[in-house]
């Protein structure tokens, strides 16, 4: 039964996204914007953010950053590269959280990262022009 239910749970477990390539597997849950100028900052408290979100022994979720041609991309993972959530932070101050809509990330709780999002956005909230 065991061994039934792990070969289930890894099968699951490739169909989890590991890019955002297909929009059908996100869901966006907040949008914002920030002065352009703060994005460097706004990208730190994110890091910082997300990387609180998960602080126990029982399970990993690394962070990782990665510089784009518009912005920066900050996400959460779970095991290798299977992405959970995923944050865009634009040069021009638009941001956004995407969560998946793919296992394993709808069996996480994700409302920490929710919560980072939602505080560095107030932090370094910027009405629109």
């Given at each position: 039964?065991?061994?039934?239910i792990?070969?289930?749970?890894?099968?699951?477990?490739?169909?989890?996204?590991?890019?955002?390539?297909?929009?059908?597997?996100?869901?966006?849950?907040q949008?914002g914007?920030?002065?352009?100028?703060?994005?460097?900052?706004?990208?730190?408290?994110?890091?910082?953010?997300?990387?609180?979100?998960?602080?126990?022994?029982?399970?990993?979720?690394?962070?990782?950053?990665?510089?784009?041609?518009?912005?920066?991309?900050?996400?959460?993972?779970?095991g290798?590269?299977?992405?959970?959530?995923?944050a865009?932070?634009?040069?021009?101050?638009?941001v956004?959280?995407y969560?998946?809509?793919?296992?394993?990330?709808?069996?996480?709780?994700?409302?920490?990262?929710?919560?980072?999002?939602?505080?560095?956005?107030?932090?370094?909230?910027?009405?629109?022009?």
């Amino acid at each position: 039964m065991k061994r039934t239910i792990v070969a289930a749970l890894l099968i699951c477990g490739c169909m989890t996204p590991v890019s955002r390539q297909n929009p059908a597997d996100w869901e966006t849950v907040q949008t914002g914007y920030i002065p352009p100028t703060q994005v460097q900052s706004f990208t730190d408290c994110l890091m910082d953010g997300f990387g609180k979100a998960h602080v126990n022994f029982a399970q990993n979720y690394p962070v990782r950053q990665e510089r784009r041609t518009d912005g920066y991309r900050v996400e959460t993972l779970a095991g290798a590269n299977y992405i959970l959530v995923s944050a865009d932070i634009m040069f021009d101050g638009s941001v956004a959280l995407y969560e998946s809509r793919i296992f394993p990330a709808t069996w996480n709780d994700l409302s920490g990262e929710r919560a980072a999002f939602a505080d560095c956005l107030q932090r370094y909230k910027k009405e629109r022009p």
